[in-house]
């Protein structure tokens, strides 16, 4: 199985989506109330969260050249 050439394209464009997403997060969480390290965390989690889910629905897609 090789792998698609479109495939560094997808996971940029995976990876600056979850970026968005867990600022947008992280913005939401401070302005919520919660401190500087709270806000971080939460970011990061989204941004695991994200990655993870946009990853598994690229390969179901088929745009990463799996099976």
Do not use: K
Not at 7 to 33: D, F, H, N, Q, S
Not at 44 to 64: S, W
């Amino acid at each position: 199985m090789t792998p698609s050439p479109n495939r560094p394209l997808w996971t940029a464009l995976v990876v600056l989506t979850a970026a968005l997403i867990a600022e947008t997060a992280g913005l939401i969480a401070y302005a919520g109330g919660a401190g500087i390290s709270t806000a971080i965390l939460t970011g990061g989690g989204a941004f695991a969260g994200a990655v993870a889910m946009l990853l598994a629905l690229a390969h179901f897609a088929g745009v990463t050249g799996g099976h």
